[in-house]
Structure formats: structure tokens, C-alpha cells
């Protein structure tokens, strides 16, 4: 028997590593238990009721350390890793725990501190190198935070079993961006939430075919600077002036940049037009993406989003950013702009909304690609990842 571990140290919702990180746990507990033990260890209660419904694995709670990890983080910024992991191994329990349990693997799925200090065979995500790529945005990071992601990323590629990326792009983008890699990359693209595969399998909303112009845009997404809601405000606007009467949902806490995008609206008499909705829960998330005329992504960050397959796997059209793996992801089943153009964000709008039969065809294509988001096929990318590095190991 192998025993596989999971370290969750994150909150349990509100983020796409949260959404990963179920993702990761619905593949683990499906893997053949002839053959495997699963161990999952969680550092904040806000997970137990949810690992509480998962049978046949073993959980363990371990309190959350931030003085240590905050001080870990300090010490790998300013490149003294050796010493973080003399601490760790003396007085850190969570580091012997792990270490003592002699887990074949144990999996890292949120840019984990711990996963640069344990002895044991780890298996990190690495979701992005925005802080080298996008490093003009606040939220990514000081200079100090440069510094500890870069150390840590390097000692992972190093010292690590396997990393996980989400794409052909991500992949290229580490070999690029470090020199030393002694670590197995895998390809694992992302899927959608749990959620959104049960909505699949009840009967969808017919409200998704329609032509309706009518009907609003949707753009659920925490207002960071990266997310670029001020160019598709600035869009919709200029659609206004065209004569389109757009209206745009966007969900996410109000918080951020909130009051500054407010402020637009109100400057530019925008209130008609564009809502703010706040916090959405899953159920009103699934209603919303079936009832929209499209989503609307213009982010800066990637390589790839999960927002548009959430949307595919619902027949809400997606129009996204063209950057990065955006058009490797989504094929030919979205509209693709440049995020930074005002113009073009609104002149793919306008497209969609005045040409016949586009909406329908770019449904119909998602429909095709359907099958890469699976759950399945995540489950069974996972399983013959894990297959690969036990016949290595």
C-alpha cells in the first residue's frame, strides 16, 4: 500500500487554490484503495465539516504556526534556507510529524513553506510566476516577497520529487525562469468546482440558449488591480456611447478596489448598467453563468483561469484575455482580446452581441472541449501521475 498525504494550509473558500484543493481530494479518496492510503492534514478548522464528509482516509489536525512561518519565510528571502530547515527539524512538530510518518508522497497544493523544509518526497503546485511576469502589480508582492518566492521556487525545483503546472505554458515558463531543475514537471490542468459538476447533472436552465441581447454580462472575480475591471468599465461605457445598453453582474467582495471602480460608475453615469453583487454563494453562482448572455475575463494573470471553464461546462460563452495559455485552454470555444485595449475588449462585445449565430456556434464548440474539464480526466491525470512516480521512485 502507498500512503499518499495532502497538507492543506489555506482558508476553505473564496479562492481558486480552495477550489484546487477540493479538486486534488476528490481525485485522492477516487484512487484504487487497494493500492493506496490517504492521510490529509489541515492546519485551519474552517475545513473540518467538509473533510468530515470524506470517508476512508485518515485526517489530522495540525495547529497553524504563523510566527514560524512568517519568520521560515523571512529567512528563505534572505537566502538563508539552511538555517529555516535546522529550526524547522528541531522545534517545528508539524515538520517532524510529516517527516516521521514516511509517506511515499505528500502533496503541496498552495505554495506551502513547510514544503521546501520536510525531508519527505513532496509534490508542489506551482500555480503562476506572476510575481516575475505581471511584477508591476501591488498584489504581487514587495520586493522581500520576490525574493522568498524565488528562493523558494528554486530549492522546490531542486529538492522536490515532482511539481505540478497547469499548462504546456506553465511548464515552459519555469524551465525558462530557472536554471536548475532536478524535479519531474507535470501537466495537471485545472477543472471547475465540485459544485459546478453537480449543477451538470441536474436539468440546465434553457435561459443559456437564448439570442436575447437583453441579458446581462458576468464577471465574478475579487477587485485586484490584475483583474482589470477598470478597462471593462471603461468598455462598457464606450459601448453606451455606441448605442449599446450593456449590463455587466460582477460578483466579489466589496473590497480592494471596490470604491474607486464605485466611484467610476458613479462619475460616468453608469449605474444602470453596471451591478455590483457582492459575495455570491455556489447555488446563485451556477443561476448566474446560466442566465448570462456571456462571461467577460479581461485579467491579466494566468497562465490559465478557471472562471471560463466554469462557464463552458455551463453554455455561458466565454470572452477572455489573450494572454498566456488563455487560447491553448479554450480553443476556438471563446472570443480572445487584448486586455490592455479598452477598444477591443468593447469591439469583442459588440461582436458577440451583433452577429448571428456567433453565441450559439462558440456554445456549441465548448460543448466539444468539454471533456478536457472533467473531473475524470483529472482523476486519471492524477492517478497515472502518481503511477509514473512510483515506477521512478
Not at 446581462?216 to 472575480?221: E, G, S, V
Not at 470555444?333 to 456556434?361: C, H, M, W
Request: proline fraction near 3%; charged fraction near 20%; include cysteine.
Amino acid at each position: 500500500m502507498k500512503k499518499i498525504a495532502i497538507y492543506i494550509d489555506t482558508e476553505f473558500q473564496g479562492t481558486g487554490v480552495s477550489q484546487y484543493i477540493k479538486s486534488l481530494l476528490n481525485a485522492l479518496i477516487n484512487l484504487p484503495s487497494d493500492s493506496y492510503t490517504i492521510t490529509i492534514i489541515h492546519t485551519s478548522k474552517c475545513w473540518e465539516n467538509y473533510l468530515n464528509n470524506i470517508s476512508n482516509t485518515t485526517i489530522i489536525y495540525l495547529k497553524k504556526t504563523n510566527f514560524l512561518n512568517r519568520f521560515y519565510q523571512l529567512l528563505i528571502s534572505f537566502g538563508c534556507l539552511g538555517v529555516a530547515k535546522i529550526i524547522a527539524h528541531k522545534f517545528d512538530r508539524k515538520v517532524k510529524f510529516i517527516d516521521n510518518k514516511n509517506f511515499e508522497f505528500i502533496i503541496f497544493p498552495s505554495g506551502d513553506t513547510i514544503a521546501c523544509l520536510t525531508k519527505s518526497s513532496a509534490i508542489v503546485t506551482i500555480h503562476d510566476l506572476m510575481h516575475r511576469y505581471e511584477k508591476h502589480f501591488k498584489e504581487s508582492g514587495s520586493i522581500l516577497r520576490y525574493y522568498y518566492r524565488e528562493n523558494y521556487y528554486k530549492n522546490l525545483l531542486i529538492s522536490n520529487i515532482a511539481v505540478l503546472v497547469d499548462s504546456k505554458l506553465g511548464e515552459q515558463q519555469v524551465i525558462d525562469s530557472y536554471k536548475h531543475i532536478n524535479s519531474e514537471i507535470f501537466i495537471l490542468p485545472y477543472i471547475a468546482p465540485d459544485y459546478i459538476y453537480a449543477s451538470e447533472l441536474q436539468e440546465t436552465s434553457q435561459s443559456n440558449n437564448s439570442s436575447s441581447n437583453d441579458s446581462y454580462l458576468f464577471y465574478p472575480a475579487a477587485f485586484w488591480p490584475h483583474k482589470n475591471h477598470l478597462n471593462l468599465l471603461k468598455a462598457i461605457k464606450m459601448l453606451k456611447e455606441r448605442g449599446h445598453l450593456i449590463t455587466l453582474y460582477l460578483g466579489g467582495k466589496k473590497q480592494i478596489e471596490y470604491k474607486t471602480l464605485q466611484k467610476y460608475v458613479e462619475e460616468n453615469n453608469l449605474n444602470n448598467e453596471i451591478k455590483f453583487l457582492g459575495y455570491i454563494s455556489d447555488n446563485d453562482m451556477i443561476s448566474l453563468y446560466k442566465n448570462a448572455y456571456a462571461l467577460v475575463m479581461p485579467t491579466f494573470y494566468g497562465p490559465t483561469n478557471i472562471p471560463p471553464i466554469e462557464a463552458i461546462l455551463l453554455n455561458c460563452v466565454p470572452m477572455v484575455s489573450n494572454n498566456y495559455a488563455m487560447i491553448e485552454q479554450f480553443e476556438d470555444a471563446a472570443l480572445y482580446f487584448d486586455p490592455k485595449s479598452v477598444k477591443q475588449i468593447a469591439n469583442t462585445i459588440e461582436s458577440l452581441i451583433t452577429t448571428t449565430g456567433l453565441r450559439n456556434n462558440l456554445i456549441e464548440n465548448g460543448a466539444r472541449i468539454k471533456d478536457k474539464f472533467s473531473q475524470k480526466r483529472f482523476e486519471t491525470d492524477l492517478f497515472n501521475i502518481l503511477k509514473t512516480l512510483n515506477v521512478k521512485k
